[in-house]
């Protein structure tokens, strides 16, 4: 998994709330189980017409936000059902940070596991942010991670909160295989042992 060290881009304003993963990522489109590919169809039914023509005033079709890294939102972002390729799609489309009020808890979690950083803050924050993502190509936010702060196009800062181990695991690269993986000498001492202890196991 990508490390996520600092960010800077350009942040893009979605103030809604109760954006759930079928809005993220429509069901017919979670088929595959590649990581890559879902993207271009992130937030498929607000970014397209029926005959697949953009829709020109949603965010992400807008000039200034096509490359955003970043995504302010409203409440309860990631609600809904419980799937992994919202994640997947907004990775794939660039988005490597979401700053929100709150989310869904199985949304948040998996996040963390797709090397996206979700940050939750005071709603008035959000609002500021949303307020300075509104600036269109001007919006560059910075959000650092070892310090825990997200600095405006303006140079203002705000702190926010993050379990110490999420924030390990981000800053490493590190999803449930790549923590695994850190264990390797343990399980190849543990399974040699065994082969001699319980032959039988291994016949």
């Known amino acids: 998994m990508e490390k996520f060290t600092v960010l800077s881009g350009v942040a893009a304003p979605l103030p ?9 990522i429509p069901k017919q489109f979670l088929k595959t189980i590649k990581r890559t590919g879902l993207g271009k169809h992130l937030f498929d039914e607000m970014r397209y017409t029926p005959d697949g023509g953009e ?18 939102a409203g409440e309860n972002f990631g609600c809904g059902s419980s799937r992994e ?9 660039g ?30 924050q959000v609002d500021l942010l949303l307020d300075d993502a509104s600036r269109g190509s001007n919006a560059v936010v910075t959000v650092d991670l ?23 695991c981000l800053l490493n690269g590190l999803d449930d295989i790549g923590l695994t993986l850190q264990q390797v000498g343990t399980i190849d001492s543990f399974e040699a042992k065994r082969r001699v202890e319980q032959p039988w196991l291994a016949a």
């Open 146 to 168: 070892e310090n825990q702060t997200i600095t405006g196009p303006d140079g203002g800062s705000i702190t926010f909160e993050l379990d110490p181990f999420r924030k390990h």
């Open 55 to 72: 829709i020109a005033d949603f965010v992400l079709n807008k000039p200034a936000y096509r490359g955003a890294k970043i995504l302010v």
């Open 85 to 93: 390729h919202a994640p997947w799609a907004l990775a794939d489309f």
């Open 95 to 124: 988005i490597r940070c979401i700053i929100a009020p709150s989310f869904a808890d199985i949304f948040y979690n998996n996040c963390f596991k797709n090397g996206i950083l979700p940050i939750k803050l005071p709603k008035e």
């Open 16 to 24: 809604m709330i109760n954006i759930d993963t079928d809005m993220i």
